[in-house]
């Protein structure tokens, strides 16, 4: 038994894996894949349409909100957002880990940044403080990034603002309830929770959206997707397919409730051997801990390796830190099933006792 912990692409449900298998070569009778299914066709409408309503109704998303399936990664969406809304205007950026400083670095090419705080100062270990943030008396938008997928931390709480909130999702979209009505947009490329890579998941307010500026490239455009229903161009259709394919999945298995509170449940099992003693240590602070990205040390560099290649041999592979940070790092999606993850604590129980 292998359980793949890696960062992204990261893990899918099982039984998505085997429902895909099952129909690769032929999608319901059709005699061929869905994969090599016009856009345009019947079959593929069915399928995108259901990944919208599934999401919709994973999420709870009113008609106020388009749901986009496009192209280009989450960074894309670091450009395309300056670039649609704010060109010339100031926006406000929280600084708390790569990621954001990737975005906040697209949006100067475009909008006056303004960093309303970050903890770079401490190597991104904590959130600043949503009380001590610097805004904007102005901001066109306050972007944010939900969960830290590098460091290890994340929002548990978002902020109550004026500004439009806009949140890259990427590392934790479909992992816990969520009041869409607070945010402006969310994005998240689909490869850490909810599908393959290629294909980014947009959740866009239709009236925040009205206000895009002009003479965009269509592509680059929110108005162009949201028009023609994420089929301006071709899609990234085997994507939209398995992302269909896993909200079905959670759909099945009592909706964003249900997967929330299980990742807490592992989560909070892996933070527990982690805190048992001394032998492993926690970057973040407690406050701020991921429940989708576990970073944790050992003494030494050494035995952190030592640790890598020994969970290899027991099938419990992915989980060397970002090259960055160095550490374990344990991605622990919505598809990590329990028992992957107590299968790491027993081994973490094991090397402790063996170092
Ligand atoms: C992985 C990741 C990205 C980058 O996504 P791409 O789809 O590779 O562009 C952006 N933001 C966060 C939070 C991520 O985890």
Known sequence: MTYNF?????????????????????????????????????????????????????LNISDDYAVLFLQGGASTQFAMLPMNFAQGKTVDYVDTGSWSSKAAKEAKLFSNVNVAASSKDENYSYLPAIADWNLSDDATYLHITSNNTIFGTQFHEFPQVDAPLIADMSSDILSRELDIDKFAVIYAGAQKNIGPSGVTVVIINKDFAAKEQENLP??????????????????????????????????????????????????????????????????????????????????????????????????????????????????????MPEVGVQALVDFMKEFRVNN
């Open 6 to 58: 890696s960062a992204g692409p990261a893990v899918l449900p099982k039984a998505v894996m085997e429902k895909a298998q099952a129909e690769f070569t032929d999608y319901q009778g059709l005699g061929y894949g869905i994969m090599e299914a016009s856009h345009r066709s019947p079959e593929f409408t069915a399928v995108i349409e259901t990944a919208e309503k599934n999401l919709r109704e994973l």
């Open 218 to 335: 269509a592509m680059l455009s929110y108005g162009t997707h949201i028009d023609k229903d994420s089929l301006y161009n071709t899609p990234p259709t085997f994507g939209i397919y398995m992302i269909g394919l896993v909200a079905e999945w959670l759909l099945a298995n009592g909706g964003i409730k249900a997967m929330q509170e299980i990742n807490e449940r592992k989560a909070g099992n892996l933070y527990a051997e982690i805190d048992a003693d001394d032998f492993y240590s926690c970057p973040t602070n407690e406050a701020n801990r991921s429940l989708m990205n576990v970073c944790f040390n050992l003494a030494t560099p050494e035995l952190e390796a030592a640790f890598i290649a020994e969970a290899k041999t027991k099938g419990l592979v992915g989980l060397k830190g970002h090259r960055s940070v160095g550490g374990i790092r344990a991605s622990i999606y919505n598809a």
